[in-house]
């Protein structure tokens, strides 16, 4: 069965500095893999997914993410953090399980909070 | 113009009641899902619906049952409250079909806070 290791639970950064968000997954098959963020009190936007397309992808918001099959790394990057860039962010790698080919049961890792200094 | 809206946003109720969460989603997608996350906010599947058929049901206790009157609204109707019970509870919905369906992001409703006291 699929599941998500984020490696981090808080990471703290200063506003205009990279930001760093790590994620490992494992897999039996190619994975699908997302990043979602939460702000406080609402709900889960998607940030990007890869799909076995192009490994470097990149999102909304000016994040970014790699897919390192060597590693089973999906690392989400930013190379300058804002203050409005404070929430959590979760790693998701989709599982495959579900009745006949329909169903996107995603698995989700415990997230990351990220808290951004002025 | 909100893509996914569940109702009510927060609901605080006692041990022992029964309570409805509801969710619509306008986007056209015809999967949905319940999603829990608990006081960690740790998030897990509970169940997903598509075209109004059980496709996902994870092991959740049978207080907690579904319904999905058509494509564009999947309920949550929850009996017996226990504390337990406590968490917020996300509704999402995602466009499937054929093998790819795996690749379909969710989009998630802003979810509701059960407090049960």
């Known amino acids: 069965a699929q599941s998500v290791t984020q490696l981090d639970s808080h990471v703290s950064v200063s506003e205009g500095t990279p930001v760093l968000l790590r994620c490992n997954y494992s897999s039996s098959y190619s994975p699908s893999l997302f990043w979602y963020v939460q702000h406080p009190n609402k709900g889960l936007q998607l940030l990007l997914k890869?799909?076995?397309?192009?490994?470097l992808v990149k999102g909304i918001n000016g994040f970014e993410a790699e897919f390192k099959k060597s590693e089973t790394s999906f690392h989400l990057t930013k190379p300058s953090a804002h203050m409005s860039d404070a929430a959590e962010y979760f790693c998701v790698v989709s599982d495959r399980k579900g009745k006949g080919e329909y169903g996107n049961k995603l698995v989700f890792g415990a997230g990351t909070i990220l808290r951004v200094k002025s | 113009d909100t893509a996914v809206s569940q109702t009510p946003k927060y609901l605080v109720t006692q041990m022992g009641n029964d309570k409805s969460i509801k969710c619509e989603q306008n986007l056209g997608h015809d999967t949905m899902y319940w999603y829990k996350q608990d006081s960690k906010k740790f998030l897990k599947i509970m169940f997903s619906y598509n075209n109004k058929e059980l496709i996902i049901n994870e092991t959740v206790p049978n207080r907690f049952s579904p319904k999905s009157p058509d494509k564009a609204h999947l309920n949550l109707h929850i009996n017996s409250l226990e504390l337990g019970d406590s968490a917020v509870y996300f509704c999402?919905?995602?466009?499937?079909?054929?093998?790819?369906?795996?690749?379909?992001?969710?989009?998630f409703g802003n979810g509701t806070r059960l407090t049960v006291t």
């Open positions: 890869y799909t076995s397309a192009a490994t």
């Open positions: 999402a919905s995602s466009r499937t079909g054929g093998k790819s369906s795996y690749n379909s992001p969710l989009h």
